[in-house]
């Protein structure tokens, strides 16, 4: 039998051995999985989300603080939605003689004013400057109030459907009830059902009345949170307030009650 060639043993097994590597070689993958951030470095951030919402994302209804002026409390209204003023109203406005001519010219402008700003930097009518003063104050203590909410995470002050004051609480105005001396505004704060606290809006001023408002008032105001409801008692010597403090009450009451 001839033997081998040493030289073509040698040929033989380089050549095996190549053809070895070229395999391996074929069965590797074309790049390893952690290459690419390997060779880039970090991957590419996630795009940032911008916060979405923010303080005006409440709806609802604020009342300002009434601002007292020479010729009598001018008291704004607002109602908000997205943080923008949808709609301004004067719950409380001089009255008698031509400060009803100024209030039912210089009101309407005032409102249109504070929706079209958006704020309180709103010029004063012709004639009407300090009603106009007056409703630039109470409109930002109003625009203040909704803020305050808004930052407390609760949203707008709404007046109606929960307020900041906390779960399952209201704060509802009443409509004024006009009487023989003036107009009766009540602003009712209720929580669990009940009401806990009573502020009175408007109320006769003026001469005798103001002696009469200040001791009536306040007797009104305990007798409705210890009644919880709009049947309380005339105080004696202001009929007419009580029956319009009632009044307006209840219309706060059914409010609620909606």
Do not use: C, F, W
Request: hydrophobic share 40%; aromatic share 2%.
């Amino acid at each position: 039998m001839r033997k081998s060639h040493p030289v073509r043993r040698a040929v033989l097994a380089g050549a095996a051995t190549v053809s070895g590597i070229v395999l391996l070689l074929s069965l590797k993958p074309a790049s390893d999985p952690g290459s690419a951030s390997a060779a880039g470095g970090a991957a590419p951030p996630v795009a940032a989300q911008s916060p979405q919402g923010g303080r005006g994302a409440g709806a609802g209804t604020v009342t300002g603080d009434a601002a007292d002026t020479q010729y009598g409390p001018v008291q704004v209204r607002l109602t908000l939605n997205g943080g923008k003023i949808t709609k301004a109203e004067a719950v409380q406005a001089p009255e008698g003689g031509q400060s009803d001519r100024v209030t039912a010219d210089a009101v309407p402008k005032l409102n249109r004013a504070a929706v079209a700003a958006g704020s309180a930097d709103i010029d004063a009518v012709s004639g009407a400057t300090y009603t106009s003063a007056g409703y630039a104050k109470s409109l930002q203590s109003a625009l203040d109030k909704a803020a305050a909410a808004a930052g407390s995470g609760s949203g707008a002050a709404e007046e109606g459907s929960g307020t900041g004051a906390g779960p399952g609480t209201q704060v509802l105005t009443g409509d004024a009830a006009r009487t023989q001396y003036g107009p009766v505004q009540v602003r009712v704060t209720v929580s669990g059902g009940r009401i806990t606290d009573v502020e009175t809006l408007q109320a006769p001023r003026g001469g005798r009345s103001d002696q009469v408002t200040a001791d009536a008032v306040p007797r009104l105001d305990r007798a409705a949170v210890a009644a919880g409801s709009a049947d309380i008692d005339t105080v004696s010597g202001a009929t007419y307030t009580s029956a319009g403090y009632r009044q307006s009450l209840q219309s706060a009451l059914d409010r609620a009650g909606g």
